[in-house]
């Protein structure tokens, strides 16, 4: 939905910026900006300590490990972080890696697990309908799920899940002046990623 919503935004920009012409592309893949000669990426998470790029950060992202009703009334509302460990659990890859969870283990503190993954995807959409269809659990971001989790399609597990947000940052090569056209992009993203944040919080 945050895609959608980022991608109107900048859309309307182009009435503003009729000389402006927009090459849209969506990956879950790192790219790399140089070599791929990209004007301007967002990107979730860590962004890495790139001497080549600059950026901005334009929101953050928070996420939660969440399962359907359905599959909570099969397997049982977890009591623990461990009891991840026994459940069926969808995993996120990029880059040909599946990416760890961050839990609340039971002594209050954030770590970073490995649970054992039944299905593995590497799309974001993908593996929020495949919890939402009751294939396993999820660690989702709250902007993807937000309407699923709102709707009671996708119930939050609360004893797993930690007050944790990542950072969302627009990048771009330092080698190229960003011209007013970009900024302008830059600040309607900002307020596009932070009013549908807002919304499904």
């Known amino acids: 939905m945050a895609g959608f919503v980022s991608c109107l935004s900048l859309l309307r920009c182009v009435l503003e910026y009729p000389e402006l012409k927009l090459d849209i592309t969506f990956t879950d893949r790192q790219v790399d900006l140089i070599k791929e000669n990209i004007d301007l990426a967002v990107r979730l998470g860590d962004t ?16 939660v490990i969440c399962a359907s009703p359905a599959y909570i009334n099969r397997h049982g509302l977890l009591g623990s972080a461990e009891e991840l460990l026994s459940h069926y659990c ?3 890859s990029r ?3 599946v990416l760890p969870w961050k839990v609340l283990g039971e002594n209050g503190r954030m770590s970073l697990i490995a649970p054992p993954v039944r299905h593995i995807v590497s799309h974001g959409e993908a593996l ?19 309407d699923e989790i709102a709707k009671g399609e996708l119930r939050i597990i609360p004893v797993t899940t930690p007050n944790y947000d990542a950072p969302v940052t627009a990048l771009w090569p330092v080698s190229r002046n960003l011209s007013p056209r970009i900024w302008a992009v830059v ?11 807002a919304r499904t919080r």
Do not use: C, P
């Not at 600040?187 to 944040?197: G, P, S, T």
């Open 48 to 63: 890495g300590n790139s001497a080549s790029l600059a950026g901005r950060k334009i929101a953050t992202q928070r996420s």
């Open 90 to 92: 969808l995993g996120f």
């Open 95 to 97: 880059d040909g890696r």
């Open 128 to 146: 929020r309908n495949a919890a939402v269809g009751g294939m396993g659990i999820a660690f989702l971001s709250t902007w993807l799920a937000g």
């Open 187 to 197: 600040d309607r993203l900002y307020a596009a990623f932070n009013e549908e944040i």
